[in-house]
């Protein structure tokens, strides 16, 4: 293991005022985006849309890496240059979602345990030959009626572990992604309880496979109130509680944190990542974004599978990475969505 490549694309990937762009969804995740633009879900129609993101002018400013899904990462730009290279001329750093999807966990209703370990050290060495210089494996869990189980945290807690290990073998830096999922009628104490637990057990599994922290991003969810619950906290109590939460558990070796979207509208989760990063100055990882869809999903209306629109997708997906990119240093505020 390189410690010294593992910390520099680490600390990259968490500049001052960039993010990440989460552009791996699976064939089927992917295909419902794309149906709700009434778009067919091709190979060439895959292509396309992801080469209108990774192409828009001056994203670079605020985007240090894309994480792609494994077609992608074979895939080319219209002008035939491989999505990597064109990547890499312009700063971006290539990454690759390595994970084969959360299925049921044995003996538990309604639990989820991420598959993909299996033959992962070859996969780790082709995706790199390929050009991937980080990767992301996501661990859910979900709240609900007695869930989560303690078996279902510490199962992905060591798939988390092992997998980074993997990853740092193959000079890979591993994004660690444990998602509490959003969904359900829980209240905001309750998430914050269950990220806290799930935290606490992921790192203890990282320190048990002796990852090198300085050369992990840990990608989590907000602290958040289920989506169907009455009470909705605002946006300053999610920022304090989520800050509360990480600075309990999230060692100050790790260079950076950068959250998942996990389905809050897209100026909603600009607007707490902004609030974090306005609370607390002197924390001691970067506090960034790695979304998906609250970065994808004005791109996605604005274009509309027409080529036509091609450059107002590209326009609206600039404007959200600058928006998110202000939110990095607390320096956003609901007007700049109105310039936008
Ligand atoms: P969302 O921001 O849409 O949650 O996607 C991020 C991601 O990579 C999920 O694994």
Not at 44 to 54: G, I, M, Q, T, V
Not at 231 to 248: D, G, P
Request: net charge negative.
């Amino acid at each position: 293991m390189n410690q010294d490549t593992l910390t520099s694309t680490a600390r990259e990937l968490v500049a001052p005022a960039k993010g990440i762009l989460a552009a791996d969804e699976s064939f089927s995740t992917i295909g419902k985006r794309l149906a709700s633009i009434g778009v067919e879900n091709t190979e060439e129609n895959r292509r396309s849309y992801r080469d209108l993101l990774f192409s828009t002018p001056g994203v670079e400013a605020y985007i240090s890496g894309v994480i792609m899904f494994e077609e992608t990462l074979g895939q080319r730009t219209s002008e035939g240059k491989l999505f990597t290279e064109a990547l890499t001329e312009r700063g971006i750093i290539p990454g690759i979602k390595v994970d084969l999807g959360a299925k049921p966990l044995a003996l538990h209703n309604n639990e989820l345990v991420t598959s993909g370990l299996d033959g992962l050290r070859e996969r780790l060495v082709g995706f790199r030959e390929q050009g991937a210089r980080f990767a992301k494996w996501r661990a859910v869990i979900t709240i609900g009626d007695g869930i989560p189980s303690e078996a279902c945290i510490v199962a992905n807690a060591h798939a988390l572990a092992h997998y980074a290990a993997l990853c740092q073998e193959a000079e890979i830096v591993p994004i660690v992604e444990p998602e509490v999922l959003m969904d359900g009628g829980h209240d905001i104490d309750r998430c914050e309880q269950v990220t806290s637990r799930t935290l606490g057990e992921v790192f203890t599994a990282l320190r048990r496979h002796d990852v090198l922290l300085e050369g992990i991003l840990l990608k989590p969810n907000m602290v958040i109130s289920g989506t169907e619950s009455a009470s909705q906290a605002s946006i300053s109590e999610v920022a304090e509680r989520t800050m509360r939460c990480l600075l309990r558990n999230v060692p100050a070796a790790v260079p950076g944190i950068v959250f998942l979207s996990g389905g809050q509208d897209d100026v909603l989760a600009t607007a707490h990542l902004n609030a974090m990063n306005g609370l607390h100055v002197d924390t001691p990882w970067e506090l960034s974004f790695s979304y998906g869809r609250a970065l994808q999903q004005g791109a996605l209306k604005a274009w509309g599978g027409k080529p036509e629109q091609f450059a107002a997708g590209q326009k609206a997906f600039f404007q959200r990475a600058k928006a998110n990119s202000a939110a990095c240093s607390g320096r956003w505020d609901q007007g700049l969505e109105k310039t936008a």
